[in-house]
């Protein structure tokens, strides 16, 4: 089983759509939960941070279940300019604090 | 401020040649992370800095991968001999101390295609 899991679409929708990714991770030990944005053939960025309260950052939302050992991200009101691949993001799987697992990421691509 | 940079962009080389991959970190930050990319996958960890030490090196194939930060700041990874399954990219990452330190900031990575 793979340490972060996520689906790996693609995800095809329309402007203006809603869409949400999740991402399940293996070790319940995990400490911090990102998500990071990588555009075709470019770095990849981060998103945002994942707290277990869940937060919002303009049209994303980020929320974390630990009981579940799942994440997901939400995005509202698609734009074209959302297109990328989303990747999930654990820290602490190796007991480094320093140290983030990637998943192998989820492709969006918003239709005009 | 400038970002990660990483040299080549991209590299052609035969299998069983030597490669050399080279990346400065932002000013200031301690941290740095060697990263390999294969398509359709997520960044894997090669080797990890503090300074110029390499705490985490257990993902380094070393009977073929070195690397060194010798001053604790550029760092260059080698591969010798490049094997055709090493084509891939390899990312450059660092990240500051304090409260940002798992926020990762990543250079333009460097494209190898072994042949």
């Known amino acids: 089983r793979k340490e972060v899991e996520q689906d790996p679409g693609p995800f095809n929708v329309p402007e203006g759509a809603t869409v949400a990714f999740n991402c399940t991770y293996s070790?319940?030990?995990?400490?911090?939960f990102f998500w990071y944005r990588q555009d075709c053939r470019k770095e990849p960025k981060l998103l945002m941070s994942v707290y277990s309260s869940g937060n919002e950052d303009g049209r994303f939302t980020a929320q974390l279940n630990r009981a579940s050992q799942y994440i997901s991200l939400l995005i509202r009101d698609s734009k074209l300019s959302d297109s990328a691949t989303y990747l999930c993001?654990?820290?602490?799987?190796?007991?480094?604090?320093?140290?983030?697992?990637f998943g192998s990421g989820t492709q969006l691509t918003v239709l005009p | 401020e400038a970002g990660v940079v990483q040299s080549p962009r991209y590299k052609i080389i035969e299998k069983k040649q030597p490669v050399a991959f080279w990346c400065n970190p932002i000013?200031?930050?301690?941290?740095l992370y060697w990263y390999r990319q294969n398509l359709g996958q997520g960044p894997e960890l090669l080797i990890r800095y503090e300074n110029e030490e390499a705490v985490d090196d257990s993902q380094l194939p070393k009977d073929r991968f070195s690397a060194e930060r010798l001053k604790g700041v550029d760092s260059t990874l080698k591969i010798q001999p490049a094997e055709l399954g090493d084509s891939a990219v390899y990312l450059c990452a660092s990240s500051g101390p304090g409260l940002n330190a798992y926020e990762q900031y990543f250079g333009p990575g460097t494209r190898l295609t072994v042949t």
């Open positions: 070790n319940s030990a995990s400490q911090s």
């Open positions: 993001v654990v820290n602490g799987l190796s007991g480094s604090a320093r140290q983030l697992t």
């Open positions: 000013s200031g930050h301690n941290t």
